[in-house]
């Protein structure tokens, strides 16, 4: 579903991510401990080689409104995967509605995307609570490209390789689908 207005944490994440984004990015909120918050994004210039970014970070402030980064990890990937990465973000996003009825969750994890999509003429936010589905499958990526970027040198092109095929067929299954 689209996000709603009031969002100072994942705007704070955003603040730390700079211009790093754009060609998909999640961050990741777990619930009450916030134990392994994190974000993962696709940046980079146009026609030039991306980076996927791995930033951990911990709520601080009033509230936990506000993010600190604890660590990040940026690793080098190929058009190729930034390109799939790209559009199973984009095929999501550009379904995404509000639904019916919003699902009321105590504390749970969510997750939120956003990619560049021309179509909308810049950047297009939606937010998930990964319990099923598309969303569920959205945010597995998510954290299969937080672990390609924990992954050994020699253990990426493995996992690489076998993503993007997954990430392929999702796109082409979000687009086919009828979300809305």
């Known amino acids: 579903m689209p996000i709603g207005a009031h969002r100072p944490l994942e705007e704070s994440v955003e603040k730390l991510l700079g211009n790093r984004w754009g060609w998909g990015t999640m ?49 080098p990937i190929d058009a190729e995967f930034a390109d799939a990465i790209h559009k199973a973000w984009q095929a999501m996003l550009l379904k995404a509605r509000y639904p019916n009825k919003v699902p009321v969750y ?10 560049w999509v021309s179509v909308a003429s810049g950047g297009a936010y939606g937010r998930a609570i990964p319990v099923s589905g598309f969303q569920k499958e959205l945010t597995d990526f998510g954290f299969e490209l937080k672990d390609y970027c924990t992954a050994k040198v020699g253990d990426r092109k493995t996992k690489r390789d076998s993503m993007i095929p997954w990430l392929k067929d999702f796109a082409e299954r979000v687009e086919h689908s009828r979300l809305y």
Do not use: C, H
Not at 106 to 115: C, V, Y
């Open 27 to 75: 961050i990741y909120v777990n619930g009450v401990t916030n134990e392994g918050d994190f974000a993962v994004s696709v940046w980079g210039p146009d026609n030039k080689p991306k980076t996927l970014t791995l930033m951990r970070f911990v709520p601080t402030g009033k509230y936990g409104q506000e993010a600190k980064s604890k660590s990040e990890i940026g690793v």
């Open 106 to 115: 105590s504390d749970a994890s969510t997750a939120e995307f956003s990619a």
